[in-house]
């Protein structure tokens, strides 16, 4: 236990503390969810043996924060996804995966291949003059891309047309005019790379040496041999990295987003002016959460969508096409893209029956569905909970100040007051614990107003009448909803309002 802190969770006695700063907050994510045991159960089984979950209850009650918590407790990921180009095909590319060492390795294989990056003022003297980094006329130094010499002003590399031909001046000139429209840096006469050879452990050895910007990069034997056994491979991107997030949350706000798509060029796979196939291709959520967790809130509304889910989890892969059959994409698919993943789907309780039955089928086969709680019994233990998550609130907001043991009172006698108002629970606390932490966030803006060092129960009072709903609000002031629609709405308003219309026009139709 961190010192000075105090775990409700043991020690269930609010009396032990006098403001929300003295509460620990578990680090185990789960043990942050307050009052859904079942759920925080089957979810670390669910993370353990990789099953499904279906969570469904009304928002606000925890649902995103459990499915956030159980991908917190699975394993990294250890596969990495590559989309590698096909010559024979270049409209099929293939998929490889590689294991996190495999990755590993290759990475420093290929920071090796990269050589060793030197002071052009320790690179040979004819290196760094071939180069365009040293004056052959005063010795000084200075970056390559300057023709001239910062201290002597005369030319650093010698104009070898010059010397050979009496119109060498001529040529030199629309030879600097052509380089510099084409966009090509560095001096006339410069060299990118330089090939010489050295004695390294009394054998000689060929070396390369080439401009990296104000840097010289040198390769060895073993560094050139690595590099050409790179050239040699196909050329591929990373589709799905090895270090990410464990967690992927899907809105289904469109295919790509969800399944994925081959980005548009108009100049297709033109091996000089298009984008290679390969390079456009973009992973889908489900995908990207290849071992992990696919989290999709408000699952109905995906629609039709819900099949490609269904698909993907039986299969363990999907495939990545070109979704805009007017895009150069079109015709570009990857097989066999990797998506095993844990499935977390959340709905409300009257969406249900827009969930397709073989997607619940399968989330039933392999995984367990939770009617989530919307109140919990008003105990000692539960009220601890409570203070646990204004001090998490609080935590997580990082704006506000702590609650005072008398503000904590308050709230858990606004959660007794809306457990027995809207779930009809007279001995409970509310678990719709999102207009909860609205409360509490606004008691400590009118706390942090004030110059207060806490949350007191009058900021709490106050608070309460600040954050009723739009709609009681009108029921207050106006005694009714349709009372305050009448006052606040024109004339003309009302002419052009459906609810005007239909009972007006509808009552003329059936008079004539």
């Known amino acids: 236990m961190t010192e000075g802190k105090v775990d409700l969770r043991r020690e269930p006695d609010l009396k032990s503390i006098e403001s929300t700063a003295d509460v620990l907050i578990p680090k185990d994510p789960l043990m942050r969810v307050i009052g859904q045991d079942e759920a925080v159960t089957l979810a670390r089984i669910a993370a353990r043996q990789r099953r499904h979950l279906l969570l469904v209850g009304p928002p606000g009650t925890g649902k995103s ?3 956030q918590a159980l991908a917190l407790h699975l394993p990294r990921p250890l596969e990495e996804i590559r989309v590698v180009h096909n010559p024979e095909n270049p409209e099929r590319p293939s998929i490889e995966v ?8 290759e990475v420093e294989s290929k920071e090796f291949a990269e050589g060793e990056l030197i002071d052009p003022k320790n690179a040979p003297i004819n290196v760094a003059e071939r180069l365009g980094y040293r004056c052959k006329n005063c010795g000084s130094y200075s970056s390559p891309t300057e023709r001239f010499c910062s201290k002597c002003q005369r030319p650093k590399v010698g104009d070898m047309a010059s010397s050979s031909n009496p119109f060498g001046d001529l040529i030199g000139g629309i030879f600097e005019a052509t380089m510099g429209a084409a966009g090509v840096k560095g001096l006339a ?11 390294r452990l009394g054998k000689e050895e060929v070396v390369v040496f080439e401009r990296c910007g104000e840097m010289i990069r040198v390769l060895d034997q073993e560094a050139l041999e690595k590099r050409r056994e790179f050239e040699k491979i196909s050329p591929r991107k990373v589709l799905v990295r090895l270090d990410r997030n464990p967690f992927v949350l899907a809105t289904g706000a469109s295919e790509t ?6 980005r548009h060029d108009p100049y297709g796979g033109h091996p000089a002016l298009g984008t290679q196939p390969y390079d456009r291709v973009i992973p889908g959520a489900i995908h990207e959460a290849h071992e992990g967790v696919l989290f999709l809130d408000e699952l109905p509304h995906l629609g039709h969508l819900q099949r490609f889910i269904l698909t993907a989890m039986q299969e363990k892969r999907f495939p990545i096409s070109g979704r805009n059959p007017q895009s150069a994409g079109a015709s570009v698919k990857v097989d066999n893209v990797p998506c095993d993943f844990i499935f977390v789907g959340a709905c409300n309780i009257q969406d249900i029956e827009q969930i397709l039955s073989p997607l619940r089928s399968r989330i039933n086969g392999s995984g367990y569905e939770v009617l989530v709680e919307t109140s919990m019994e008003d105990t000692a233990e539960n009220r601890a909970l409570l203070a646990q998550f204004i001090a ?8 506000i100040p702590h609650v005072s ?41 009118l706390a942090v107003v004030e110059g207060d ?31 305050g629609l009448s006052t606040d709405i024109t004339s003309s308003q009302k002419e052009k309002s459906p609810y005007y219309f239909w009972n007006e026009h509808q009552n003329d139709q059936m008079f004539h």
């Open 405 to 445: 043991r008398s503000g904590i009172d308050a709230i858990v006698k606004e959660a007794r007051r809306r457990a027995s108002a809207i779930d009809g629970k007279t001995a409970g606390l509310t678990l719709r614990l999102r207009e909860l932490g609205g409360l509490i966030r606004s008691a400590g803006d």
């Open 65 to 67: 924060m459990i499915a």
């Open 189 to 199: 006469g410069a060299h990118d790379r330089v090939t010489t050879t050295r004695k």
């Open 392 to 399: 998490q609130e609080i935590s997580i907001d990082g704006r």
């Open 257 to 262: 987003e969800l399944l994925g798509d081959v």
């Open 453 to 483: 060092q806490l949350i007191e129960e009058r900021h709490i009072r106050s608070a309460l009448k600040r954050s009723k709903p739009v709609e009681e609000q009108i029921k207050d002031r106006y005694g009714s909803y349709q009372k």
């Open 98 to 105: 590689k294991r996190g060492d495999e990755v590993h390795k």
